[in-house]
DNA sequence: ATTCTAAATGTGACCGGTTCCAAAAAATGG
DNA sequence: CCATTTTTTGGAACCGGTCACATTTAGAAT
């Protein structure tokens, strides 16, 4: 692929310092070169001082003829303070956000949802991505508590030890996504509930065997207690012949999960701990001519788009993400404005009657 | 859904300020409340002042000896600068990023893309979702402007002239991506390239009649670039008798342009902007009882994972969009660098051959 | 008009860093 | 051993804001 185009350019230097103020005030009138502008400035220019300007940001009696005229220059140079200049302030009005990657359907609809809420509220969103590292999320869990966020939302990839301490030893109250948190304030999905809906919903169908695709326990969640979900729903249902494999979340993973489990020989169902692999099961019992539902019925969690758009749709659980961070959110909120809330919520999940069961 | 458990809890206030260095002193030692620590604390414990701890974070003539004692003390306390309170750098050594959506597999690639490659360059990135809303880009943009970063990744919802004045106003470096941007430095897919090539690969089968499921003309690169393209790889192959509808990105909107066409009478082959679009054409064609390809052959942008998973295979051009994001920052360091970079660089597309077409 | 109180503004220190410049320490050389 | 240069450090101002407190202004009450 060749350039379409390709024209070096300079980076031009910006104009010398010096005589600033000076310079700023014929600036003013002409409105060429928009230099950088503080709150001194604008300050001046309304004959008022910092601390007058920065009382009408945040609250504090102005007289009203002094409001408008700062309102005036506030509006005509577009002016907003730089929220990470407020080293001052007791509160930054800045939230972080840890997330394990920004790549998942989950992860993007959860900080989408905390991101509305936190604008709305007039909070800065500080978003960090781990990229699947459990070290780097702990550094950025680490560098977010001392850089003078209000709260921190965690989405963890698995809470460890050394979360915990980091959290406890912590000023910086903490809610943590999508995973259980005993020793604090969390905000999760009843996996193991849904597991249950599941393994029933299978299980009513009176499978001889199912195998479950699961992922690794280090996942509390996903990965022991919606397993266990299931595999209660199934026995309260009379399935008793299970078998269970692990991978990791994949679409190969599915892939090879599925192969795993059908090479040592048939079952009349899979269900998998996510939509992503039921993707993956279904490309290869295709592959293999079996037939879903009829030789092998398929179910999964999540409730992706895409999961509608299997042939034959795909009967998922689907969690309500977007409550999941609004409700993570509106809860940190009160616990940074040190009203009460509820050490563990709950959010919704909803079952999505495929044709695949 | 009842919350599993609610228990009431409140936020314990801090250990009241004063005497603060004294108190530190003890807490060295016990450790047991971990306060907030400045490099102010790191220098008094290493025995120098802030200017050489700063000087060791940032380069410059330390004696060996020292560098150690501070290191020491470093990760004694597991210290990291606070990245926000270098009000007075003349590089911050943040970007920022303003993307119109997390909740899309292109950006969120492009995002993850861009993380991965700055926060190995050793830069804080900012991440601003506009979630849709031209207005809250530009407030984004200016924001990060006046904010104080080393420079800006854009993908723009669409380049508005508002757009335009923003960046030349401004003294922050911006790289555009995603959209042709004549004034400035942009990384772009090559839409009408790929567009062609799609073109000319439903028109060698000769289809008599072919429609174009497309969007608004606001967006540039996917609105005119890639129909145009399409438009043109379809005629060089005699294709003559084209239909263009137009709707938004969403599923549904994929849905209602089939319905849409197929009212008006048969077609042969449907061209869709994004793979989404195909996906709801694909729901509507399989209720209509047509075949794919047979009937009619459909092909999309964009090689999302789940285009694999559509019965058949959707035939599909996938950009590289984590190459658009690597690319993106790479040029955008360059540029805060003063290093020269062109002004126009074009990501790789590839024609994914699935059995729709 | 005078006193008292409440509202509005100014003052200067401070937040956690960086930077410039001067002072101190170490290395060099004659 | 002392003068000179170079390397390391310290001191103080500064970045763009916030905050506690002092001061001024305006309004109410006597």
């Given at each position: 692929m060749e350039p379409v185009c390709v024209i070096i350019t300079k980076k031009q230097k910006g104009p010398q310092k010096g005589g600033e103020k000076e310079k700023r005030q014929v600036k003013k009138e002409?409105?060429?070169?928009?230099e950088k502008i503080t709150m001194a400035d604008i300050a001046e220019m309304a004959g008022v001082t910092k601390s007058t300007v920065s009382r009408y940001f945040n609250g504090g009696s102005i007289k009203e003829s002094t409001r408008k005229k700062i309102q005036e220059i506030i509006q005509k140079y577009n002016y907003e303070p730089?929220?990470?200049?407020?080293?001052?302030?007791?509160?930054?009005?800045v939230i972080g956000v840890v997330v394990?990657?920004?790549?998942?359907k989950v992860t993007s609809r959860v900080v989408t949802s905390i991101g509305r809420y936190l604008r709305e509220q007039g909070y800065e969103v500080l978003i960090k991505d781990s990229d699947h590292s459990t070290e780097l999320e702990l550094k950025n869990l680490q560098r977010l508590m001392t850089q003078n966020v209000d709260g921190i939302l965690l989405s963890a990839i698995a809470i460890t030890e050394e979360h915990r301490r980091l959290i406890a030893s912590g000023q910086v109250p903490v809610v943590v996504l999508a995973q259980d948190f005993e020793d604090g304030i969390s905000v999760i999905a009843d996996d193991y509930g849904a597991g249950r809906m599941i393994g029933k919903r299978i299980g009513r169908c009176h499978p001889e065997k199912v195998a479950y695709l699961g992922v690794d326990?280090?996942?509390?969640?996903?990965?022991i207690r919606r397993k266990q979900g299931v595999l209660d729903g199934l026995r309260e249902c009379g399935v008793e012949d299970i078998i269970t494999v692990e991978g990791d979340y994949s679409y190969e993973s599915g892939q090879r999960m599925t192969e795993k489990v059908l090479d040592r020989g048939k079952v009349d169902a899979l269900i998998c701990a996510t939509d992503r692999l039921a993707f993956g099961a279904y490309r290869i019992l295709q592959q293999r001519g079996l037939?879903?539902?009829?030789d092998v019925a398929v179910a999964g969690f999540g409730g992706y788009d895409e999961s509608e758009l299997l042939m034959p749709v795909l009967t998922t659980l689907k969690f309500d993400s977007y409550a999941m961070g609004y409700l993570g959110a509106e809860t940190l909120l009160k616990l940074v404005k040190g009203e009460p809330v509820p050490k563990k919520q709950v959010i919704d999940f909803q079952l999505i009657e495929g044709k695949s069961s």
């Open positions: 002409t409105n060429t070169t928009a730089n929220t990470f200049a407020r080293l001052k302030a007791r509160e930054s009005n394990p990657t920004l790549n998942s326990e280090s996942d509390i969640a996903v990965g037939r879903i539902p009829e």
